[in-house]
């Protein structure tokens, strides 16, 4: 038989065209702040030692105004944003997402809003199921405490890299 020869492999990587992506654990917080009528949100981005970058962002919505009709409507645009932001964060920063704790802070509104909040965090399909699909990544639904929404994103970060 006569032995091919095959072009010899390139082991170094300092001749590759592809950036490698960093794996990293995100924290993403959701409060409705109701003085600006905004859904506020903070992803924090951890690489397993330390946390290493942060990101806010808002949403116009006027909450009081979903009603049972609109309901699902008014959910799903707001993952899709949500969704969008983190995809786009990702990708700028080339980060590679393994999970994602989902900081779930809704004891202090009250109410219509309330539950609101909770549709979007849980209703199916959920927030958490989207990341998953989306994202490939692992979803965790975290208690978190703290005074504002980046505190409570670096908490929800936290509490998942240690699980």
């Not at 009081?64 to 969008?84: F, G, M, S, T």
Request: with cysteine; hydrophobic share 35%.
């Amino acid at each position: 038989m006569a032995e091919t020869t095959l072009p010899p492999r390139k082991l170094s990587r300092r001749n590759s065209t592809v950036p490698l992506s960093q794996a990293v654990y995100l924290g993403l917080e959701i409060d409705y702040n109701e003085e600006t009528s905004k859904i506020d949100y903070a992803i924090c981005a951890h690489d397993g030692s330390y946390t290493i970058d942060y990101n806010f962002s808002s949403i116009d919505v006027n909450i009081e105004a979903i009603n049972d009709e609109n309901r699902e409507e008014k959910v799903n645009e707001l993952q899709k944003a949500i969704l969008d932001r983190i995809v786009a964060y990702s990708k700028s920063r080339e980060y590679k997402i393994l999970a994602v704790g989902i900081g779930a802070h809704i004891a202090r509104v009250g109410g219509k809003e309330r539950e609101n909040v909770k549709n979007l965090l849980f209703r199916s399909p959920s927030l958490a199921s989207k990341i998953w699909f989306e994202l490939d990544a692992i979803p965790f639904i975290i208690g978190t405490k703290g005074d504002s929404v980046d505190e409570r994103a670096s908490s929800a970060v936290r509490k998942t890299v240690v699980w």
